[in-house]
């Protein structure tokens, strides 16, 4: 599996957008982008994945750079609630239960 | 969606003993997983949980400290054996769903070895 890297920590005011990066710059074409995200103590949340464009569900929105080295996980309006660390995970589609995880970026969400 | 249940949601063993720990989903999967994480980590994966066969563990995990039993495809247990204060953590099992198989994790288990 490709490596990634995100920023240690973040910080974002509540009800506005949060845009938390990250780098995979030895991604493979055929690797899929996954994010997950991990409140205090509780497991892991599947949240968005993505292969090569933009994707949109119900909690966030995915945005892969052309050249799929990098992507953005986007929390339109962020509430306390999302207040977790976030996971950015590139792995083959047919491999992905096998996901490597890093460390992660803590997100604080602040009235 | 998938949805995991584990039992027990936390345990209090004393070194020595053994704790085993169930995973039970809501549907028919193929792809089981156990990852440990220790106590202010990320997430290691344990091992691969077959059904019908051994389960694949990663590198630095072995079958006599953690074994797996798969005995259908909605159920699953891991054995920590031989317990030491070293193995207290949380105790994730995760299903991968098909096409492309993102996964869903139960809540934990956390083992504090006394």
């Known amino acids: 599996d490709a490596k990634t890297t995100q920023p240690t920590s973040m910080d974002c005011a509540e009800g506005r957008a949060a845009n938390l990066p990250c780098n995979h710059s030895?991604?493979?074409?055929?690797?899929?982008v996954y994010w997950y995200r991990q409140i205090h103590s509780q497991g892991p949340q599947y949240i968005i994945h993505?292969?090569?464009n933009n994707e949109t569900n119900e909690m966030a929105s995915l945005i892969i750079t052309e050249d799929r080295k990098s992507s953005t996980l986007i929390l339109p309006h962020a509430t306390l609630r999302d207040t977790a660390v976030y996971y950015c995970?590139?792995?083959?589609?047919?491999?992905?239960?096998?996901?490597?995880f890093g460390d992660g970026t803590t997100l604080t969400v602040k009235p | 969606s998938a949805v995991i249940s584990q039992k027990p949601s936390r345990d209090i063993c004393q070194r020595g003993t053994s704790l085993t720990i169930q995973c039970q989903v809501d549907s028919q999967v193929t792809m089981m997983f156990w990852y440990r994480q220790q106590p202010g980590q990320s997430l290691t994966l344990i091992a691969t949980?077959?059904?019908?066969?051994?389960?694949?563990?990663e590198s630095g995990f072995v079958i006599d400290k953690f074994p797996i039993s798969r005995p259908n495809l909605t159920f699953s247990t891991l054995t920590v054996s031989n317990l030491s204060p070293e193995d207290s953590s949380i105790y994730l099992c995760?299903?991968?769903?098909?096409?492309?198989?993102?996964?869903?994790f139960g809540p934990g288990t956390r083992l504090t070895v006394t």
């Open positions: 995970i590139v792995s083959l589609g047919t491999n992905a239960g096998k996901s490597t």
């Open positions: 949980a077959n059904q019908g066969s051994e389960a694949t563990y």
């Open positions: 995760s299903v991968g769903l098909a096409g492309p198989y993102e996964q869903y």
């Open positions: 993505g292969l090569k």
């Open positions: 030895t991604i493979s074409g055929n690797e899929y």
